[in-house]
Every structure is written in structure tokens, then in C-alpha cells.
């Protein structure tokens, strides 16, 4: 793959509203063909969701782009991540300069793209375990993005994002859902901004879907 390639996504994401140029920067430098098995790669700088195994998909670089641009990211910003994946927004993150901690709930997607990780020398905190619940340690965040479809905004979730800080995240049902942008203004106010027509996978845990 090519960076002419790369560049060609970035000027389509740039064409569909996405502005914020640390965001396509970012996407100008990943190389999304390292995050997908190898008979996808031919796809990989189509606007597209690709399978990954597992029932999981790698999310379209338009999701990724929009989702990451509505957290409103300085560099330095402390972001949580549910659902690692492949690894790829983890990659868009850190390529920013964001200091990143991530969940995954499946070991065999978990293990993989923690290898991954280590091979492109991609530092970020990762852990196995039900990504409803959050990280606490690490809380408070300034954003939380997740890459899951949930049948409501995780309690747990909402109590780790900093005062200021916005969550991004899909809520519906297990097929169709709405992008929530929340800001935290204050420990007890909440705002939600509502973008309609998403779709991503279940959000699997105790605060989202049964398996």
C-alpha cells in the first residue's frame, strides 16, 4: 500500500466535513492495511468497515475520523478507548499525541493487537476485561471513546470522564444506534449532542449486551 493511497482517504475525509487536520494528520501517517487480516488489504484505504475476525470489524476511517474529531483532543489529552479491536483508533489516537488506555473483552483480538502494538512501536496502556465498567485507576478522563454499539450510556463510564471532558458513543439497539456526544460540564450535569444513522457492532458487558 502506498502513502498516495493514505493521501487519497485523507482528501475524501477532508471532502466529508472532517476538519480537523491533527485528525487527518494522523490519518495521512497510520497504515490501516497493518490492522486487517491479509485478504482485506486490498480494501484498506476504502471509506469502508472491514471484518477482523471474531464478528468484530475494524470501523470505516469516516467513523474513525468523526468519532475522533467530536472529542475535541488536545495533544497530552488522557483518553479511554472501549473496545481495542484491531487497534487501528488506538493508532489515530497516539498518533496525535494522546495518551491512551484501551479495553478489549476478547483475548483472541487482544493478545494480536497487543503484538501489534509492540511490532509498530505503538505505546499505549491496554488491558483484557469488560470495557462497560471503565478504568478507574486511571480516571478521571478527557475523553472516552466507544467503539461498540450500547443499549444506554454506561453509568461507570460517565462517572470516569473529567469535568469538560466529552464521550463518544453509539446507543440503539444491536443493529442501529445514534452517536451520543456527551460533555461532562459539570460532576452532575450532562449535555448530549444526538447524530442519527450509525452502526457498530454489540457493546458486550455489564452495563451494555449479554452475549
Known amino acids: 500500500m502506498s502513502r498516495t493511497e493514505r493521501e487519497a482517504l485523507v482528501d475524501l475525509l477532508s471532502q466529508k466535513g472532517i476538519n480537523d487536520i491533527y485528525v487527518l494528520k494522523a490519518i495521512g501517517e497510520v497504515q490501516r492495511e497493518k490492522f486487517i487480516p491479509d485478504t482485506m488489504k486490498i480494501h484498506a484505504y476504502r471509506d469502508i468497515a472491514l471484518p477482523i475476525g471474531q464478528g468484530q470489524t475494524i470501523s470505516q476511517p469516516y467513523t474513525v475520523a468523526f468519532m475522533t474529531q467530536e472529542l475535541k483532543l488536545r495533544k497530552g489529552s488522557k483518553v479511554l478507548e472501549i473496545g481495542t479491536g484491531s487497534g487501528y483508533q488506538a493508532a489515530i489516537l497516539y498518533k496525535m499525541g494522546v495518551e491512551v488506555y484501551t479495553i478489549e473483552r476478547n483475548l483472541k483480538l487482544?493478545?494480536?493487537?497487543?503484538?501489534?502494538?509492540?511490532?509498530?512501536?505503538?505505546?499505549?496502556?491496554a488491558k483484557y476485561g469488560d470495557g462497560t465498567l471503565g478504568w478507574a485507576e486511571y480516571a478521571p478522563f478527557d475523553g472516552i471513546i466507544v467503539t461498540a454499539g450500547s443499549p444506554d450510556v454506561p453509568e461507570k463510564l460517565k462517572e470516569q470522564l473529567a469535568v469538560g471532558g466529552k464521550m463518544v458513543i453509539p446507543v440503539g439497539s444491536r443493529t442501529s444506534q445514534k452517536l451520543y456526544v456527551i460533555t461532562k460540564e459539570t460532576e452532575d450535569k450532562f449535555v448530549t449532542d444526538i447524530i442519527p444513522e450509525f452502526s457498530f457492532v454489540p457493546l458486550i458487558g455489564k452495563e451494555g449486551w449479554d452475549k
Open 110 to 125: 487482544y493478545h494480536p493487537t497487543l503484538k501489534l502494538f509492540d511490532e509498530l512501536g505503538i505505546r499505549v496502556r
